[in-house]
């Protein structure tokens, strides 16, 4: 396959967006771990103008057969900056999930994204995940081995070449399929829309460290945030 590589480059995000990305971190790592009181939100829905729905079920910490998942930090402010740089709707949670929405589905964060399925037939769902420093690639492609694709797999060539285009060149295929467990993307693809879920290597999510990671988020963020533009009414 011939990867069209663009011949300029151009720049959509500045400094002040990574800013706002290290500050909306910031604001929720103090609740990564804090339940909500009962009656509380503990993820919130930002709908927006493009047909695609962002889900980072794991912003915060999940409870797992009592005890806590930690966070795949800084998918929060990934999944926030979509929304405000390519029109994505986004579900992101908000405080500790007493019930992880990528391990069970009787969670009212499960039945959000049944809704918004219903209600404004996103064209493909992106499930955000963050995983450890160690695995050898930049993100790994979930499909369940293909199958959450429902036939659309023109989709993923589109965002394996975004991706590439922004130098996020190691790229793993269903290293996590999503298949096991009650996931997001099983749920989705359960539901008749595609679904990837991506699990984005620590070292790019955590522009806070220092220039060279914020340097990796900004570049992440132009990726994504170009495909998700690609789906433009
Ligand atoms: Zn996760």
């Known amino acids: 396959m011939i990867d069209t ?56 910490a999940a409870m797992r057969h009592g005890h806590w998942h930690g966070p795949d930090d800084g998918t ?34 499960k039945a959000a994204v049944k809704h918004e399925l219903a209600v404004r037939a996103p064209k493909i769902v992106l499930d955000v995940h963050g995983c450890h420093w160690s695995h050898p690639f930049d993100i790994d492609l979930g499909t369940m081995h293909g199958r959450s694709l429902l036939g659309q797999s023109e989709m993923l060539h589109r965002l394996r070449s975004a991706l590439r285009a922004e130098g996020l060149s190691r790229l793993s295929d269903n290293r996590f399929p999503a298949a096991r467990n009650a996931t997001v993307t099983k749920w989705v693809a359960d539901h008749g829309t595609p679904c990837v879920q991506l699990e984005v290597q620590s070292t790019w999510l955590h522009p806070q460290r220092d220039r060279n990671r914020a340097h990796r988020s900004a570049r992440l963020l132009q990726g994504l945030s170009r495909y998700i533009k690609s789906f433009e009414p």
């Open 76 to 109: 929060g402010w990934l999944a926030y900056m979509l929304h405000r740089l390519a029109g994505a709707s986004v579900l992101h949670t908000t405080r500790g999930s007493p019930s992880d929405p990528n391990y069970y589905d009787d969670n009212a964060f």
């Open 5 to 60: 590589a663009p011949l300029h480059f151009t720049s959509e995000i500045s400094a002040a967006h990574i800013a706002t990305a290290v500050r909306f971190e910031s604001r929720l790592r103090p609740r990564y771990f804090s339940l909500a009181h009962s009656g509380e939100p503990w993820f919130r829905l930002l709908r927006g103008s493009v047909p695609v729905l962002l889900t980072a079920p794991h912003a915060t």
